[in-house]
């Protein structure tokens, strides 16, 4: 799910990966696993700078729906 909301948030931001990346200080290629769903699951540090760099909350970015 992180996967697809990710690629769908930074392309609706207009956002290459290459730009998410210098916007994070993450690896371009840190980014592209993410996307591609490989590997371990990002740490929270990095969903954080994820978010923030695409200006939408972890909650939104992660996919999570609050509950009543």
Do not use: C, H, W, Y
């Not at 799910?1 to 290629?29: D, S, W, Y």
């Not at 696993?33 to 200006?55: F, H, N, R, V, Y």
Request: charged residues 30%; without cysteine; hydrophobic residues 40%.
């Amino acid at each position: 799910m992180l996967a697809e909301r990710l690629k769908m948030i930074r392309k609706k931001k207009g956002l290459t990966q290459q730009k998410l990346a210098e916007r994070t200080g993450l690896a371009f290629n840190t980014i592209t696993k993410i996307e591609q769903g490989i590997g371990d699951s990002p740490t929270l540090k990095t969903l954080l700078k994820l978010a923030d760099a695409l200006g939408v909350g972890l909650d939104e970015l992660v996919g999570r729906s609050r509950k009543a």
